[in-house]
T-cell receptor, first 115, second 109 residues
Framework: NAGVMQNPRHLVRRRGQEARLRCSPMKGHSHVYWYRQLPEEGLKFMVYLQKENIIDESGMPKERFSAEFPKEGPSILRIQQVVRGDSAAYFC?????????????FGPGTRLLVL | KQEVTQIPAALSVPEGENLVLNCSFTDSAIYNLQWFRQDPGKGLTSLLLIQSSQREQTSGRLNASLDKSSGRSTLYIAASQPGDSATYLCAVNDYKLSFGAGTTVTVRA
């Protein structure tokens, strides 16, 4: 049973470009969470999604960031017009349908560098 | 808003000593608490999960306790080894995880 997959593992973008980060949850998991770890800072919750629904996006920056988890395919975290301050490690986690009581399983992360 | 604090921020011990890492949280309405390990530049490895109804969990040399009423958890690592050197993160789950800043552990050979 493959774990949570994230790609790319490393992404370099120039200021103003778009970044797309992908997350494939573990098989049978229908809940996806995105977290961001800024340099020298702790992990912060960004968004919680279920299939085709955004449940909680209270941690998402108000502009330029969006997330989706379509019926088919991976969850996508999209950052438009990236700035240097977006450079961070972005982690995705998934959990099964009985989500709240279960362990969240983390992917290896995508490290975004904005030049 | 949930606030999670980890003390100390850093810890350096000689090999063989026992480690005690502390975590406190402000809102006791949680489903569970997880301890993770993170190596530099790497992802998170889940170490232990304690459900809110439990008092402790053990896995090998690791033991974690939870006192939900006082908002505290402690991770004990027995007989530390250089391979235990890493950052240890505590996270409380009230459907989303709130992380502490971590305790960076160095075990000297």
């Amino acid at each position: 049973n493959a774990g949570v997959m994230q790609n790319p593992r490393h992404l370099v973008r120039r200021r103003g470009q778009e970044a797309r980060l992908r997350c494939s949850p573990m098989k049978g998991h229908s809940h996806v969470y995105w977290y961001r770890q800024l340099p020298e800072e702790g992990l912060k919750f960004m968004v919680y999604l279920q299939k085709e629904n955004i449940i909680d996006e209270s941690g998402m920056p108000k502009e330029r960031f969006s997330a989706e988890f379509p019926k088919e395919g991976p969850s996508i975290l999209r950052i438009q017009q990236v700035v240097r301050g977006d450079s961070a490690a972005y982690f995705c986690a998934s959990s099964p349908p009985t989500a709240n009581q279960e362990t969240q399983y983390f992917g290896p992360g995508t490290r975004l560098l904005v030049l | 808003k949930q606030e999670v604090t980890q003390i100390p921020a850093a810890l350096s011990v000689p090999e063989g000593e026992n480690l005690v890492l502390n975590c406190s949280f402000t809102d006791s309405a949680i489903y569970n608490l997880q301890w993770f390990r993170q190596d530099p530049g790497k992802g998170l490895t889940s170490l232990l999960l304690i459900q809110s109804s439990q008092r402790e969990q053990t896995s090998g040399r690791l033991n974690a306790s939870l006192d939900k009423s006082s908002g505290r958890s402690t991770l004990y690592i027995a007989a530390s080894q250089p391979g235990d050197s890493a950052t240890y993160l505590c996270a409380v789950n009230d459907y989303k995880l709130s992380f502490g800043a971590g305790t960076t552990v160095t075990v000297r050979a």
